[in-house]
């Protein structure tokens, strides 16, 4: 079956402007997490999105937002962007039922390599 | 919050030789432990992980270990192989509550060296 897609998979970008970033999850995955990886700060976790809502929230600023639409697949926007926002974004997908034995283990996809300029 | 410490930044062993890489993790409540490989300019993937009513897992070459009283669980390679040269991360998680928010471990660095 296919796996998690993300697009693009590279894009640069000035401060200031915005940026989508969209992921498709495996078929019948109804969680979509998403994560910033930078060499200093390591997998950092910015919101995860189940069934349309969102469940859980990181510590990033209101500037970075997401959501997810009826067919589980997610974007997430970040605004008035910041030289340090640069970094790879990776999402990832799991069935998430919690409670269900392996409904948490996590797919990624290869991610979208944001520069900010 | 949960914070996950991980050591060593880098590891550098012979090929054959065996490799291990330690995690803290300060939540007790967490029950989660998830390790993952990072192949250079490739995506995280799963390798192995534990929950916490289990000791010790293992498959194949990889085994992890989780002491729940002393919060830390270790990554155990044995047999190295070129092939295994990769970042590690190591996660942890409640399940329950923290569903996919997995706090990481800043990565160790795997050299393995034919």
């Known amino acids: 079956k296919a796996g998690v897609t993300q697009t693009p998979r590279y894009l640069i970008k000035t401060r200031g402007q915005q940026v989508t970033l969209s992921c498709s999850p495996i078929s019948g995955h109804r969680s979509v997490s998403w994560y910033q990886q930078t060499p200093g700060q390591g997998l950092q976790f910015l919101f995860e999105y189940f069934s349309e809502t969102q469940r859980n929230k990181g510590n990033f600023p209101g500037r970075f937002s997401g959501r997810q639409f009826s067919n589980s697949r997610s974007e997430m926007n970040v605004s008035t962007l910041e030289l340090g926002d640069s970094a790879l974004y990776l999402c990832a997908s799991s069935l998430g039922d919690r409670g269900i034995s392996g409904a948490n283990v996590l797919t990624f996809g290869a991610g979208s390599r944001l520069t900010v300029l | 919050g949960e914070n996950v410490e991980q050591h060593p930044s880098t590891l550098s062993v012979q090929e054959g030789d065996s490799a291990v890489i330690k995690c803290t993790y300060s939540d007790s409540a967490s029950n989660y432990f998830p390790w993952y490989k990072q192949e250079l300019g490739k995506r995280p993937q799963l390798i192995i992980d534990i929950r916490s009513n289990v000791g010790e897992k293992k498959d194949q070459r990889i085994a992890v270990t989780l002491n729940k009283t002393a919060k830390h669980f270790s990554l155990h390679i044995t047999e190295t192989q070129p092939e295994d040269s990769a970042v590690y991360f190591c996660?942890?998680?409640?399940?329950?509550?923290?569903?996919?928010?997995?706090?990481f471990g800043e990565g160790t660095q795997l050299t393995v060296n034919p």
């Open positions: 996660a942890a998680s409640m399940i329950e509550t923290s569903g996919s928010r997995l706090t």
